[in-house]
């Protein structure tokens, strides 16, 4: 399942089970919580409470990555590889020309940073990008659990300063720069583990997992590059658990919006409780018999999808002035397109 960056931007057509063509879009407010309440509005009519809690931010560690990307990094903690300046240039080049060509949106929408927040973007793009066709890509076929071993070595060659070809340097690069830390990097890699051995999830609490491993991680990788406005009054934890809200919207989104595609594939990233609540199964999703009961399933979807969105929305403001608009413009169209 394809992972969602901040500011793509997708059109939900929960009457529709038609194949979409999904390519990489990855990385959402009250704030200052440890556990994220689901409320959907259930129809009082058919009295399905559907209002869940997501995965507790303490148990994904969520708070000790805050901590050491919010740390002052000395120089020496830092690994002292130096690039030719042209190679570099090469390498993020190369980094924007992947991003320009399988993410347009979501480049437009870096365009409007700064330059170097800009490479730093289009680096962490690419690889999570390469970490998702591992799983997703033309040779997915060929995957096994050594090819993700080996992928996990090599992200910590980059984090050690040996980056194994020019996409690696570019990231190795951007790490020197900004203060990111491994764990959501490996924690991504842990996603598309579990998309290797997993088609089906019980209940919520497995899917919210899952967005987070998959999507919700790229919040975390990108508020370093973003950055906190120095004026904010919030805590910096509310500014991540944003960026994290904003991952799972997103990746909420995608689910919604490509399961036809992924029931093709044999999988179904849909609560499989929450169906039978409506009366559906897989079966009704193999089918692709858009029916009442679907389009009463498929509305307190949207209204789960949306209610990250919404928490996610007040972090915007919280960023660095030049970080605001390519992050928030994009995400309230995405809320737009969530039609009911």
């Known amino acids: 399942m394809v992972m969602s960056l901040s500011f793509s931007s997708v059109t939900v057509k929960p009457f529709s089970m038609s194949v979409s063509?999904?390519?990489?879009?990855?990385?959402?407010?009250?704030?200052?919580?440890?556990?994220?309440?689901?409320?959907?509005?259930?129809?009082?009519?058919?009295?399905?409470?559907?209002?869940?809690?997501?995965f507790p931010l303490t148990d994904l560690h969520v708070q000790e990555v805050v901590h050491r990307q919010t740390q002052i990094i000395s120089p020496c903690s830092k690994p002292n590889i130096q690039f030719h300046s042209t190679f570099l240039n090469d390498a993020y080049e190369m980094c924007r020309n992947i991003c320009a060509e399988y993410a347009k949106t979501f480049y437009l929408g870096t365009l409007l940073m700064t330059e170097e927040r800009q490479k730093a973007i289009w680096a962490i793009y690419v690889w999570c990008r390469r970490t998702d066709e591992l799983v997703d890509g033309?040779?997915?076929?060929?995957?096994?659990?050594?090819?993700?071993?080996?992928?996990?070595?090599?992200?910590?060659?980059?984090?050690?300063?040996?980056?194994?070809?020019?996409?690696?340097?570019?990231?190795?690069?951007?790490?020197?720069?900004?203060?990111?830390?491994?764990?959501?990097?490996?924690?991504?890699?842990?996603?598309?583990?579990?998309?290797t051995r997993k088609a089906r999830y019980n209940n919520f609490q497995e899917l919210y997992l899952y967005c987070y491993y998959v999507a919700g991680t790229v919040g975390l990788m990108t508020v370093p590059i973003m950055g906190i406005a120095q004026e904010s009054v919030v805590p910096v934890q509310s500014v991540y658990d944003a960026a994290l809200y904003l991952g799972i919207g997103n990746q909420l989104t995608n689910i919604l919006r490509d399961v036809g595609e992924d029931a093709l594939r044999g999988r179904v990233y849909l609560p499989q409780d929450e169906l039978a609540q409506f009366g559906l199964c897989d079966k009704d999703v193999f089918s692709r018999n858009v029916s009442e009961r679907w389009r009463k399933f498929m509305k307190h979807q949207i209204t789960r999808a949306r209610f990250y969105f919404n928490r996610a929305e007040e972090g915007v403001s919280q960023l660095e002035k030049a970080s605001r608009w390519p992050v928030g413009e994009p995400a309230c169209y995405c809320i737009g397109t969530l039609k009911e």
């Open 21 to 54: 063509n999904k390519k990489a879009c990855r990385s959402r407010r009250r704030f200052s919580v440890t556990r994220s309440e689901i409320t959907v509005a259930p129809n009082p009519q058919q009295r399905r409470q559907l209002s869940k809690q997501g």
């Open 138 to 195: 033309p040779n997915a076929a060929y995957m096994s659990s050594a090819v993700l071993d080996r992928w996990e070595d090599r992200l910590h060659d980059i984090f050690n300063g040996h980056p194994y070809d020019m996409l690696d340097a570019a990231l190795t690069d951007t790490l020197s720069k900004f203060p990111l830390d491994i764990k959501p990097f490996r924690d991504m890699i842990l996603g598309m583990r579990m998309d």
